[in-house]
Each structure stands twice: as C-alpha cells, then as structure tokens.
C-alpha cells in the first residue's frame, strides 16, 4: 500500500520560511516523479513545484518561482518543499503526489498524479 505522509505546516509571519517534508512508503521513490500542491480555501488546487525522476530537474509555479525549492532524497524514499519570503497568499493546505514516471522532465498537472498525501496546513500570516 502506497502512504504519503506531509509534514512541517504551520503557522507563520510574512517573510518567512518553512520545509514541508514528505515521507514515501510503499513504492521505491527513484521512478516516480514528484510534485508539490496547494489549495487555498476557495480556490482550485495549484501545483506548485514538481521534481523529476530523472536528472533531478525541478519546475515551479511562477508564483513561487525564485522563492521555494524541491528537493528528493531517493535513499529516504522523501520529499522536501523548501519555502522562503512566504506571504499571506502561499496560504493553503500543501499536498504532495507522485506518479511513476522515469523521465527528465514532470508536470504540475494534478491530475497525471496516482498517489496522494493527507496534506499539512501552512498560514502565513502576522
């Protein structure tokens, strides 16, 4: 059975940072793509980063471009999302899906993913 488990949510001021993990079982992570999601109350899921099997190469949102940085660590079978200069509109609930796909390259289209986390909350707010 495939488990995702988020972690690392919180609250938070304008300005700063948080590492959102994400911990694999079940699969061996290094022929999955991964891909990092938010969906803020009212709005439609977006995705936010992704990081491939291949490479790694990494693809981000241009909202978050510049600012949040994902990594894998394929021998913990885990994901990071790395957040910096946070605002109050990366305000959401974060998701991490991966999808088995051995491949340079990945998509931020959550619906190409199989297997899906809980998701952990992130509040950035003063």
């Known amino acids: 059975q495939v488990q995702l488990v988020e972690s690392g949510g919180g609250l938070v001021q304008p300005g700063g940072s948080l590492r959102l993990s994400c911990a694999v079982s079940?699969?061996?992570?290094?022929?999955?793509?991964i891909g990092w999601f938010r969906q803020a109350p009212g709005k439609e899921r977006e995705g936010v980063s992704c990081i491939s099997s291949r490479g790694p190469n990494t693809f981000h949102a241009d909202s978050v471009n510049g600012r949040f940085a994902i990594y894998r660590d394929n021998a913990k079978n885990t994901a990071t999302l790395q957040m910096t200069s946070l605002s109050p509109e990366d305000t959401g609930d974060y998701y991490c899906?991966?999808?088995?796909?051995?491949?340079?390259?990945?998509?931020?289209?959550?619906?190409?993913?199989?297997?899906w986390g809980q998701g952990t909350q992130v509040t950035v707010s003063s």
């Open positions: 079940g699969v061996t992570l290094d022929t999955y793509a």
């Open positions: 899906a991966i999808v088995r796909r051995t491949s340079a390259t990945c998509t931020r289209d959550a619906g190409s993913y199989k297997h």
